[in-house]
């Protein structure tokens, strides 16, 4: 099976290093040898450790959609939009087969994309797109499909993960850590799709259609990320028996879907709790199967050049069929459920003043709102006279907690935005 | 796609309720209606639950391998050999698909049923053979296709995880535990299978097989069960950080295919670890990927039921291929490994007589074999006159270690034979 690979950064390389060392078992696995035939990357020239002359380089990618000598299109030139897409679309409305590690485009441009794969009756895969090297997509896709799936969710952003159990580890404070992640290597200079919740936004709305038969719902997704957890948040979490977690969870409920990317607290029993540095981690629910939990290496060359190259095999074996699990129009519309009507415990943090009357105008506020305190804890106050107010609820709707914030918006007393976390249960 | 099953026990049973259940859903996502035919068992009139009358009820079930009327045969007698490996080669030859949760038939028939299947160039599907709802069979097939696997272990044997994490929790003694559980109907009447580790070295051969590309080779797995492990052992391996699980584990080597059941101390910070209860968990060390690690229920009506029709629906839909991931042909025939090489920590515990030179004499034994002591915890004497004795030992081979035992083995001063069990590190 010859194979053209588009963009050559970390996992194209990664794709290419995979097929030459495990070139035989990969042979004998797909009942065929798969082969790189040609490349293209925005740069020919650039040292890759891995001999690409051996390949056709060719200048204009869109080219590759269109050879007959190129069975299957592997893009991985990333963004959802642009090169990505064109090269995408081409490659399908030729009946070209396509493999993709690119969420941005699926979350955004997915069902399109599946659309004219159906159309041509050719495969588009993407195990790559979500959790890197965990066979989730398939896991989602086949093996819980026998399954009525009420809750997908999980760890899906590993430089979030890394960032937030260093913090845990060490007591270190978020932009400390970012910028040795930076540093590192860990985290992009521009980190924003990682640290908002963006990029396990995109992972998220995927596996919720994979999960639920409903069409991707990006634009649905509430989405918060992890620049305003404090170390003070993971200590005090910890004293409280949990951790804290970027969790993305979607759930299928009677009035609509929910998708939320948020930190969570989880206790540490929790299998996400023991979720370390920058590893994945999916769980999903299902009416007979009940949690199935899946977890590896979420990101970098090789975890994500084995998905890759796993849907390759896929194709070679002729073993693939709709993307999205079933046709494209058999696929759910639902409503964005209303988040207010959720219901669990929420962890709050307060920044006050250090002086009378702070404790009780907190506590009337979320009396008036009907939300009842589990318990405060309130430590000394900081050099500055600020003080670090916790409180965890008993089982309150959101739309309650909303109402308690909007209550305090106006105080004088608060130093700062409170910061709400949902607690995993 | 119409379905034959035969065998209405717990999980033929399940997977009838699973098809009413979510006979919509399926249907979407097989890209057909899903539905049984006709059914067999060996009694026809036990009360199961749900109503059979609507099934075409067959007394000769080999007659279902041959129905123009019937696409899926799905076996789910059990017995490695006897009726379900009649049906299952009489539906392969008659170029039936063949659907089974049976690992014993597997474990020793495997190789030859997958050879027919091969022929007919037919499905033979086993997802619910191993570890129950848990998708590793497809993850190891498929997922991690890509990588060249060194090793494989896992939980494989939710009666005996049950047993260790109960005597765990409770502190209390095997016989005891499993008498409730027993009773509870986590245990069969007849142990054996479950506790002496046949059944999860069923499990382990098939998981090797795919994972390494090489024949089933079910005779040469080392088996150990949980019959010797006692309270004080769980005690004191928690006393130095681990817990004790029946581990299955197949490792690729340079000499030879390793494979083993048996007792092992895991480190508490391990993922297998925490797993609890009934519940299965595989792991998987992939030359690309990294270590994958997959968890859920392993056993009863539902996960099982789970697996079976997720077989169904991979069929539904036209996606299977060679049944171990590659041409029977093309697997590698290896040799059993020397366990004897193996080397790493391990832990002996001795039941000793109370009185001077015991101690003198084990440490002899060792230091004459060549094993170097880590770490020695004597407790003091029962009421009987009788000491336990653990000995953890640095990293040793398995042959010295069994020499220590043999100079030992004549001593007048061991109570009981030593019990012996490696350290996963």
Known sequence: MRVAVVGLGTVGTGV???????RDLIARRAGRPIEVRAVNARDRNRDRGVDISRFDWVDDMMELA???DIDVVVELIGGSDGPALALARAALEAGKPLVTANKAMLAHHGLALAGLAEKSGIPLKYEAAVAGGIPVIKG??????????????GILNGTCNYILTTMEK???DFGEVLKEAQELGYAEADPSFDVDGVDAAHKLSILAS?????QIDFGSVDIGGIRSVSAADIREAGALGYRIRLVGMAENRPNGLFQRVHP???????P???????????LAEGNFVGSLFFSGRGAGEGPTASAVVADLIDIARDEYGDPFAMQVGQLAQRP???SGDNVGRVYLRFMVRDKPGVLAEIAAAMRDAGVSIESVIQRGAHEDGSVLLVVVTHDSSESAIAETLRTLSGSDNLLAEPVVMPILD
């Open 140 to 153: 989602l896709r086949e093996g819980a499909a026998a399954n009525e799936i009420s809750r997908v969710y």
């Open 264 to 270: 969570v607290l989880v206790p540490v029993q929790h």
């Open 170 to 172: 060490e007591g270190r």
């Open 210 to 214: 994979l999960a639920f038969g409903t």
């Open 336 to 338: 964005k459920a209303d």
């Open 16 to 22: 290419i290093r995979l097929l030459d060392a495990n």
């Open 272 to 282: 996400l709790a023991n979720v370390d540095g920058s590893l994945n981690a999916v």
């Open 66 to 68: 269109r050879r007959d």
